[in-house]
């Protein structure tokens, strides 16, 4: 079967373009679960044997509706929407970096081969790493910076710039922009991981269709989703630990990498804590997604007409052009003649 960017002629700025903005729209609708996921990943959970729970910013969240509740009862309905603005531009830049080297890396592999096939899965999965390792290198800062956000006590919030510089200010200096980039870059197999079942899942349900409905795009774009959360979802835990503010029992000091996360979760949360905060991220990704996907085929098919009418406009200038260069050199003619 053709690819299907071969049967859709938009190029990679224009996919680019198409993935930027579903994202934006998809995150925007869904942004209260991404504060509540991220809350309750960074807060250290009670264990059986302490007296009082451990907590982050003086407050322990038992579920997301708790989360929620006391959150909206805490900060207000502003809450739920603290850091959206930088999380809104990581996204769209995080996104568009992500559709752009991932239609130029699949093009390319596709143009290369002496036949044009499908790629495998495993080719899906190895372009998809590729494409995401070259977007989180451009915008790993603004992620490292919402997450400050987001995790930022009431009396203490901070706009973008004022939180950046925060991070530059801290022991780490510059580099703690790019804090937690051994882990997305890890990560990067949870966009290849999504893309790649997207791909494989329409060939299965929807073999041969060029353009898919809105509902048909939200189910492939959920279920792929869901299948890379819980996969990937101890490195996410990881990624927002390494990012956040660290916690109070180690007094200040800073993450040096994901494992000794993982470790410190372990110690003092148990395994399982390494899915906490699971239901809101599932939740998210799964709506996300397939708001993504269900915006982008709309996204696709907008661009694909508005980049038909550029090309017919200017197909019609440059004929409208020749023929009056021809009436013209017609008019002049017969002077240069005489």
Known sequence: M????????????????????GAVLANAIVYPLDIV???????????????EPIKINDTH????????KQIVDDEGIRGLYSGMNGSLIGVASTNFAYFYWYSVVRTLYISSQASPKHPSTATELSLGAVAGAAAQ????????????????????RKGLLDTGRE???????????????????????????????????REFFFAGK?????WEAFFLGAMSKALATIVTQPLIVAKVGLQSRPPPARNGRPFKDFLEVMSFIVENEGPLALFKGIAPQITKGILVQG???MTKERMDI?????????????????????????????QLLPIATK
């Open 302 to 330: 907008l661009f694909i007409l508005l980049f038909a009418y550029v090309r017919k406009a200017r197909s019609a200038k440059l004929q409208k052009a020749a023929e009056l260069a021809t009436s013209r050199a017609k």
């Open 37 to 51: 996921k991220t809350r309750l990943q960074v807060q250290v959970k009670r264990k059986s044997t302490d007296l």
């Open 61 to 68: 969240y038992t579920s997301s509706i708790d989360a929620i």
């Open 137 to 156: 290198l451009f915008t790993i800062p603004v992620s490292v910076v919402t997450t400050r956000q987001q995790t930022q006590p009431k009396g203490e």
């Open 291 to 293: 708001l993504l996907m």
């Open 167 to 201: 991070v530059v200010h801290s022991e780490d200096g510059w580099t703690g922009l790019w804090r937690g980039l051994k882990a997305s870059l890890v990560l990067v197999v949870n966009p290849a991981i999504t893309y790649g079942a997207y791909q494989r899942l």
């Open 2 to 21: 053709a690819s299907r960017s071969s049967q859709l002629p938009l190029p990679p700025w224009g996919n680019a373009l198409a993935g930027a903005t």
């Open 210 to 214: 060029t353009n898919l409905r809105p």
